[in-house]
């Protein structure tokens, strides 16, 4: 290593979502508003569940991977392949069926269609 330069392993690039993180900029206002909610109630609660709606981008699940004891749930048909292929997401995102929910939900993210003004997306709280 020379001197004033890091490791790889210490460099953004090196994260296994630094991709897909990088590649919706325009999003960052609303990803920053829905990773503050879902961080916020991460402090409080051992294991929320959150789940990720199919038509919400994979950037959204990408953002939330860094909360460790979250349990990141998307909907069925939600685009796992536009996640890198990496055994530290896949092992971290589980596919909504009907048999997944006996205890509560916490939130559901939701992109609602037609729209492209900054209320974009839903955040909806279960206690």
Same mark, same amino acid.
């Given at each position: 290593?020379? @001197?004033? @330069?890091? *490791?790889?392993?210490?460099?953004?690039?090196?994260?296994?979502?630094?991709?897909?993180?990088?590649?919706?900029?325009?999003?960052?206002?609303?990803?920053?508003?829905?990773? @503050?909610?879902?961080?916020?109630?991460?402090?409080?609660?051992?294991?929320?569940?959150?789940?990720?709606?199919?038509?919400? *981008?994979?950037?959204?699940?990408?953002?939330?991977?860094?909360? *460790?004891?979250?349990?990141?749930?998307? @909907?069925?048909?939600?685009?796992?392949?536009?996640? *890198?292929?990496?055994?530290?997401?896949?092992?971290?995102?589980?596919?909504?069926?009907?048999?997944?929910?006996?205890?509560?939900?916490?939130?559901?993210?939701?992109?609602?269609?037609?729209?492209?003004?900054?209320?974009?997306?839903?955040?909806?709280?279960?206690?």
């Amino acid at each position: 290593m020379r @001197e004033g @330069e890091l *490791p790889d392993r210490y460099k953004a690039k090196s994260e296994v979502c630094f991709s897909i993180r990088i590649s919706r900029d325009d999003l960052m206002g609303t990803r920053l508003a829905i990773y @503050e909610q879902v961080q916020d109630l991460h402090q409080f609660q051992e294991q929320p569940k959150v789940l990720v709606s199919r038509n919400c *981008p994979s950037v959204i699940v990408a953002d939330l991977l860094d909360l *460790p004891r979250l349990e990141l749930y998307v @909907e069925l048909g939600f685009p796992l392949s536009d996640l *890198p292929n990496d055994e530290r997401i896949l092992t971290r995102v589980h596919v909504m069926n009907r048999d997944t929910f006996k205890d509560k939900l916490n939130v559901l993210i939701a992109k609602r269609d037609g729209q492209s003004t900054s209320q974009e997306f839903t955040f909806l709280f279960f206690f």
